[in-house]
């Protein structure tokens, strides 16, 4: 079945890059996600990259996908204090009737000032 | 804004009772979601239903069910409500069964 692990935190400090890492076991993923989680919050989508890139970047946003590994990453460059929440990735099944997504334990990333 | 909405935001209920919570999804999104989110459990998928039909079903209990209706908001009920089922219920909507799919805020259930 599938399977989502991430690292459970993550501290950076302020106007560094954070990297947060997520790997995953369904090769069949079509779609692989990052949200964010803040304090009492619902989930943000933050972005997406579909499985036949490599690269997506959005603003201070950097996705990485080795399909190879099932390695995937989220870079957020100029870390600000307003990044501080929990970050998810998931993926989400191709196969029809198996499009739900299927969530890592998540990610807190703790700002140091 | 994510353009979901759910209510209740917060609701406090005693064990053995049962609840409703409602969705309403982005406008023009055929697809909805249901996930429950525990401190010991993570994230995890409930039901899906696309266009009014149940799509896929995951971790749901017995004691849980859900509908979509003609105007393609959802409702998912819980009944015999146990201490466990306390958690925040996030529902999720997306235009088509392949696409990214925004969350609500959730509705945080607390069973005491």
């Known amino acids: 079945g599938e399977d989502v692990e991430q690292s459970l935190f993550l501290s950076v400090r302020e106007g560094d890059s954070s990297v947060i890492n997520c790997t995953y076991t369904d090769s069949s993923s079509t779609y692989l996600y990052w949200y964010k989680q803040e304090p009492g919050a619902g989930l943000q989508l933050l972005t997406y990259?579909?499985?036949?890139?490599d690269m997506k970047q959005d603003q201070r946003l950097t996705v990485l996908l080795n399909k190879k590994d099932k390695h995937l990453s989220l870079r957020i460059a100029d870390t600000q204090t307003g990044d501080s929440a929990i970050y998810f990735c998931?993926?989400?099944?191709?196969?029809?009737?198996?499009?739900?997504?299927?969530f890592g334990t998540g990610t807190r990333l703790t700002i140091i000032p | 804004d994510s353009g979901v909405t759910q209510t209740p935001k917060h609701l406090i209920t005693a064990t053995g009772q049962r609840v409703t919570l409602r969705c309403s999804p982005r406008?023009?999104?055929?697809?909805v979601y249901w996930y429950q989110q525990s401190l010991d459990q993570g994230l995890q998928f409930l039901i899906q239903y696309y266009n009014g039909e149940e799509r896929a079903k995951g971790n749901i209990l017995e004691r849980f069910s859900a509908q979509q209706f003609p105007d393609l908001h959802s409702e998912l009920n819980l009944s015999s409500l146990e201490l466990g089922d306390s958690a925040l219920y996030f529902c999720a909507s997306s235009v088509g069964w392949n696409t990214e799919a925004f969350f609500g805020q959730g509705t945080r259930l607390t069973v005491v």
């Open positions: 406008s023009g999104d055929l697809s």
């Open positions: 998931a993926e989400k099944g191709a196969n029809f009737g198996n499009e739900k997504l299927t």
């Open positions: 990259i579909f499985s036949n890139m």
